[in-house]
């Protein structure tokens, strides 16, 4: 299976590109904050507690993250090429934990990283939001995204480039010149 972490900055690409990805290669887009909506709506008791927390504006614990994702993956169709993970892992614990777990499917993943200097992904959100409507997309709340995308999530892309599984993609030009990098990449994966 072909497993791949998209990682990026806000207003990187992630979700356009993981579009791409998903309709070219077959992976199942596996987004944590879709992941985290459904199983609320579920109702089921997992759902109520993740309900709760989210509720009182605290993150998600790991444990209950990697419940949640250790239950998506086993319950993936038997036609699944693999998984794009979207908005997860944030943190070098969480990548640990991912890879723990995929090891015990005989499973890695792989980075991709899409790189944008950060002028440019501020215009980005800051023009996202005029069109989309999406409270998060101001100048401080972005400024405040991009320093814990940083202190965070930074750190994962080095601890995937340890392991030799980290790729490094210029974000920058047409959202086919990007595709075309990341094509390159995935094909010799």
């Known amino acids: ?4 972490i998209l990682c990026g900055a806000p207003g990187s690409g992630k979700g356009t590109q993981s579009e791409f990805i998903v309709a070219n290669y077959g992976l199942e ?11 609320i709506a579920s109702q089921s008791p997992l759902g109520q507690k993740v309900d709760s927390i989210i509720s009182k504006g605290q993150l998600v614990p790991d444990d209950i993250m990697m419940e949640l994702i250790g239950n998506y993956i086993d319950n993936l169709p038997a036609t699944a090429k693999g998984v794009i993970f979207d908005g997860f892992p944030r943190t070098v614990n969480q990548a640990e ?3 723990l777990l995929l090891e015990h499917k005989h499973q890695e993943a792989h980075v991709i990283d899409l790189f944008v200097e950060e002028d440019e992904l501020i215009e980005r959100l800051l023009n996202r939001g005029k069109t989309s ?21 930074k ?7 340890e392991k030799g599984k980290y790729h490094a993609v210029e974000g920058m ?3 086919e010149d990007i595709s075309h990098r990341i094509n390159d990449i995935i094909a010799a994966l």
């Open 1 to 4: 299976m072909l497993n791949i």
């Open 29 to 39: 887009h596996l987004s944590t904050g879709d992941l985290l909506r459904h199983e």
């Open 97 to 99: 934990q991912l890879d």
């Open 133 to 153: 409507g999406r409270a998060d997309d101001n100048l401080e709340t972005i400024q405040k995204r991009l320093e814990v995308f940083h202190q965070q999530t």
């Open 155 to 161: 750190p994962v892309c080095a601890y995937y480039s």
């Open 173 to 175: 030009g047409t959202i």
